[in-house]
């Protein structure tokens, strides 16, 4: 499974700006026209020239993380922080997700939501790739995405 971060997303977490508390982490899917590599610097999902949302399929919506956030001490001065789903199995669910013209499912895309949910303000924090969920179709019953032990992403920093 591949992972990369996002500069702007990661900066926001780093950064202090984002609130393990109340912010909201959302989840969509991508079709194999993104290529996420060449837009790591993107500061809003507007900004990732390649974005290629799977949006034609009937039934798709993004999906909100229902997120725990887990401050884990491993050791003096350097803590982890994990982002991880208390949904059962770490799974999120497109329901009945039906067919983008037959488009296979090249990965994820999570963002930070800003500005009430508009991708000129939302801003991207990781995307994820080469999963089990990678190059399925979907088909009209529901699209599982499980997350990787022990979440979707962690940070360790110096305190």
Same mark, same amino acid.
């Given at each position: 499974?591949?992972?990369?971060e996002?500069?702007y997303?990661?900066?926001?977490?780093?950064?202090?700006?984002? =609130?393990? #508390?109340?912010d909201?982490?959302?989840?969509l #899917?991508?079709?194999?026209?993104?290529s996420?590599?060449s *837009?790591?610097d993107?500061p809003?999902l507007?900004?990732i020239?390649t974005?290629?949302?799977?949006?034609?399929?009937?039934?798709y919506? $993004?999906?909100?993380?229902?997120?725990? $956030?887990?401050?884990i001490?491993?050791? =003096?001065?350097?803590?982890?922080?994990?982002?991880?789903m208390?949904?059962?199995?770490?799974?999120?669910?497109f329901p009945?997700?039906?067919?983008?013209?037959?488009?296979?499912?090249?990965?994820?895309?999570?963002?930070?939501? $800003?500005?009430?949910?508009? *991708?000129?303000?939302?801003?991207? #924090?990781?995307?994820?790739?080469?999963?089990?969920?990678?190059?399925?179709v979907?088909?009209?019953? *529901?699209? *599982?995405?499980i997350?990787?032990?022990?979440?979707?992403?962690?940070?360790?920093?110096?305190?």
């Open positions: 499974m591949a992972q990369l996002f500069v997303g990661v900066n926001e977490i780093v950064g202090q700006s984002f =609130d393990w #508390l109340t909201t982490v959302n989840c #899917l991508v079709k194999s026209g993104t996420i590599a *837009d790591l993107a809003t507007s900004g020239t974005l290629d949302e799977y949006t034609g399929g009937a039934g919506a $993004r999906v909100a993380l229902l997120a725990t $956030r887990q401050f001490v491993t050791g =003096d001065p350097i803590f982890q922080v994990n982002l991880d208390t949904a059962p199995a770490k799974t999120v669910t009945s997700l039906g067919s983008d013209a037959g488009a296979a499912v090249f990965g994820i895309l999570l963002y930070i939501v $800003r500005g009430g949910d508009v *991708d000129s303000a939302n801003i991207p #924090l990781v995307a994820v790739t080469g999963g089990a969920f990678t190059g399925k979907p088909d009209g019953t *529901d699209f *599982d995405v997350a990787p032990t022990p979440g979707w992403l962690q940070f360790r920093m110096k305190a």
